[in-house]
């Protein structure tokens, strides 16, 4: 995950008021994409998964 301005090769996605920049083959793999903020032993940031249950990172 970056801060970035979307380019021509980028698909601009508004979720509930927070916009997300998805480069355009990314978004035509995945169908559903769990972003979250958490707590994990002594780490804190965002967690990225898969709706689907094929994990996160």
């Known amino acids: 995950m970056s801060l970035e301005e ?3 090769h980028d698909v601009v996605k ?3 008021g927070v916009k997300f920049v998805i480069d ?5 793999r995945f169908d559903e994409v769990k ?4 707590t994990v032993m002594f780490r ?3 967690i990225v998964a898969l709706e689907n ?3 996160g990172c």
């Open 6 to 8: 979307a380019t021509q």
């Open 14 to 16: 508004d979720v509930n």
């Open 24 to 28: 355009k083959m990314l978004d035509n």
């Open 35 to 38: 972003v979250d903020y958490g």
């Open 44 to 46: 804190k940031g965002f």
């Open 53 to 55: 249950g094929g994990g």
